[in-house]
């Protein structure tokens, strides 16, 4: 039997109304509520004087369980551990005389003849006495709980004094028809406590699985156990609106495919279902909420054909949006599902709906990184090819601009144009070299091959190479370098081009009469060195400098644009800085000057 059921049904016994309250089959098998029933039963006979007393449970295929019964021995082989329809039972009781708030009385010439409505008969002749006890009459205390629903019932024979209970024997057996209630409802709460415990611990587990996947599908995979598991099914449908795994979504723990039409119908279902927030109960035995007659019979049958009772349909979303649905299936050898079930399952759908989201929004974002990886190595691969392209013939134009350079018999004019065209050539040549650097340090498969690189000389030898240029400006190089080599570990063209390319800005940008401060020591962090390149000149605005290291980028400063440049230097800086692991700082201020500090790995 399964783990639980709580269905609430009301059925008409003449001007009566009985609340019927079919509860989990396993609260009936505990022993503590067995030995608190018998100890009614025993009170029964014992104190009240009567020859039998057998207490019943509902169960929850709306059969009475006799589970305690004392008094004659041939009464208890035959009935203790029978069962018998409580709907026989109410028939009977709708000519009943209410002799109290749960006894029921009917006398043997209103009985009908179906005497397995009774049970057991016992051979016994009645007294003579218009009140005498015969052994056909029937009385019932129906067990209720303070709501008025019916958990089961307590019957009574053979009275000791051989008559029909008076005022005060009735009073008595209303007491422990009382008792017997409390003991049962006792019982249900904690066997509904137990099944609470029980959903609680599935939704957790299905939760801990879901979250530790970002992928839908391993994510749906490691919640279908847990499902099967905790809710103690016979299976499972798992289908999501947009999952391209149509295998998957198709079938259930044993493979049983869906026709179209039905996965249509359960889409349909699954949304209704979330727009209310409710889940939905389709059964065999009974009709539901949403569905028209024609729809409830179509998925009735195709239940059957595969060989299921009920299905509990449960929309998977978040927020707004209805992702998908789960049919939890269970066949008859299954009880009914509880209200704590369908609320867990609900629960279930809604956390499971949202980690379907999170996984779904992470292999978006997967797939978009994906996608902008290969544009950008798209673009990478464009650029450099359009300037290997480029470069050969522009070193054509170099070389020949210089040849009519020398040449004595050009014009004014004609020298003028050699010289315009030799200088847009340069400038094209640096844009071509500055692209080509470019693509190579973003190029994530152009793995670097360190080696030992000594940055205290890497810093004399840029200030060498840019000696004609400071000069011109008439700059003066200030080099601060510990006795003590400061070695790097990386590709020494790269840590060369990330020197040059700000010790150059710094000379550009700076005032005639400037001075630039080239240095490098160890720390401040313990394996770490600092190289920075500081100047007197322009500055650098703050909004410029959010916008530093962005390709092609140029500052506002009017007397900064006026300056040649490509916008690609401080780019390049940027991602040799991180391909070797480093960091990179700005410190600038208009009109005052600017201070550049790159931290790299100290070589070991």
Wanted: hydrophobic share 40%.
């Amino acid at each position: 039997m399964g783990q639980g059921v709580s269905v609430v049904e009301e059925t008409s016994s003449d001007s009566t109304t009985y609340r019927i309250h079919r509860v989990m089959a396993d609260a009936w098998s505990h022993t503590a509520l067995k030995d608190s029933l018998q100890v009614v039963a025993d009170g029964v006979v014992e104190v009240v004087g009567f020859g039998v007393a057998a207490v019943s449970v509902l169960h929850d295929t709306g059969e009475l369980e006799v589970v305690a019964l004392s008094g004659d021995d041939g009464a208890r082989d035959e009935l203790l551990g029978t069962f018998s329809p409580l709907s026989g039972l109410l028939e009977e009781l709708t000519v009943a005389e209410h002799w109290g708030p749960r006894l029921r009385f009917v006398p043997h010439e209103r009985l009908s003849q179906n005497v397995s409505t009774i049970g057991w008969v016992p051979d016994y002749e009645p007294v003579d006495d218009p009140d005498a006890w015969h052994p056909m009459d029937l009385l019932i205390a129906l067990i209720t709980d303070d709501a008025g629903e019916i958990r089961g019932s307590m019957s009574v024979d053979l009275p000791d004094d051989g008559m029909r209970p008076g005022p005060e024997r009735r009073r008595q057996l209303e007491t422990y028809a009382e008792q017997a209630a409390r003991a049962i409802v006792s019982a249900v709460e904690r066997a509904r406590l137990g099944e609470r415990v029980r959903l609680a611990d599935t939704a957790r587990k299905v939760v801990r699985e879901a979250a530790g996947e970002l992928s839908s599908g391993p994510l749906l995979d490691a919640a279908r156990q847990a499902v099967v598991d905790g809710f103690d099914i016979q299976g499972l449908w798992l289908r999501t609106f947009d999952d391209e795994d149509d295998e998957r979504q198709r079938a259930n723990r044993e493979g049983t495919p869906i026709p179209a039409a039905m996965l249509e119908m359960g889409d349909r279902i699954a949304r209704a279902c979330w727009e209310h927030q409710r889940a939905l109960m389709v059964s065999t035995r009974r009709e539901d909420w949403l569905l028209s007659p024609e729809e409830h019979q179509r998925i009735c049958d195709f239940l059957l054909a595969v060989h299921v009772t009920s299905i509990l349909v449960v929309p998977l979303g978040a927020g707004q949006e209805c992702l998908g649905v789960l049919a939890l299936a269970r066949d008859d050898t299954d009880p009914d599902w509880s209200d704590a079930e369908i609320a867990a399952a609900l629960e279930i759908g809604q956390d499971l709906g949202r980690a379907l989201l999170t996984a779904r929004l992470f292999e978006r974002e997967r797939k978009l990184v994906d996608e902008l990886q290969q544009l950008d190595a798209y673009k990478s691969r464009l650029i450099a090819t359009v300037s290997h392209e480029l470069k050969t013939p522009l070193s054509t134009v170099i070389g020949h601009v210089e040849l009519l350079d020398t040449d004595d018999e050009l014009s004014s004019r004609g020298q003028a144009s050699v010289q315009a065209i030799g200088r847009g050539a340069h400038r094209l040549h640096n844009l071509v070299n500055s692209l080509l650097m470019l693509a190579k340090v973003g190029d994530p498969h152009n793995v670097i091959e360190p080696v030992l690189v000594d940055i205290g000389r890497a810093l004399k030898e840029v200030a060498q190479l840019l000696e004609m240029q400071a000069d011109d400006r008439d700059v003066t190089f200030d080099l601060v370098t510990p006795q003590d080599a400061v070695v790097a570990h990386g590709d020494p063209y790269e840590l060369d081009q990330l020197v040059t390319n700000l010790a150059s800005n710094a000379v550009k940008y700076s005032g005639d009469g400037g001075r630039v401060e080239l240095g490098v020591e160890e720390g401040p962090a313990a394996g770490t060195l600092t190289m920075w390149v500081s100047d007197e000149g322009l500055g650098i605005s703050e909004s410029d400098q959010q916008q530093l290291f962005a390709e092609f980028f140029r500052s506002t400063n009017p007397q900064a644009l006026a300056q040649p440049g490509t916008g690609l230097g401080l780019t390049i800086v940027a991602r040799i800085v991180e391909r070797h692991h480093g960091r990179i700082e700005v410190d600038s201020e208009l009109g005052v000057g600017t201070t550049f500090r790159v931290t790299l790995p100290l070589a070991p």
